[in-house]
């Protein structure tokens, strides 16, 4: 299983990103996907959720704000980040959960997404 994301960078206040989390070695439309984010000093962050069947979740620290999507053919979870703050800078993972499973049980590796002033 391999979680792999991409997009993350250096972006002004205000802007915006796009990650992407592609999947191998799942049945990735039987999986609720999640977005987590870690900050230095901090504790890793459940932020936007969505389950097998396309219902999202957001954290209130980025609703209105950020979208978490996903396209099951082609194995890929989106997270559109609009509107960034500095206090969004963080490493960004996606981690999967099959469905029925308590835990998250597979992440990537992660990608810094860096907000500045």
């Known amino acids: 299983v391999q979680l792999v994301e991409s997009g993350g960078g250096l972006v002004q206040a205000g802007g915006s990103l796009r990650l992407s989390c592609a999947a191998s070695?799942?049945?990735?439309?039987?999986?609720?996907m999640g977005w987590y984010r870690q900050a230095p000093g901090k504790q890793r962050e459940l932020f936007a959720t969505?389950?097998?069947?396309?219902?999202?979740n957001y954290a209130d620290s980025v609703k209105g704000r950020f979208t978490i999507s996903r396209d099951n053919a082609k194995k890929t979870v989106y997270l559109q980040m609009n509107s960034l703050k500095p206090e969004d800078t963080a490493v960004y993972y996606c981690?999967?959960?099959?469905?029925?499973?308590?835990?998250?049980?597979?992440w990537g590796q992660g990608t810094q997404v860096t907000v500045s002033s």
């Open positions: 969505i389950t097998s069947g396309g219902t999202t």
């Open positions: 981690a999967s959960r099959e469905v029925g499973a308590v835990e998250y049980n597979y």
């Open positions: 070695g799942i049945t990735f439309n039987v999986y609720n």
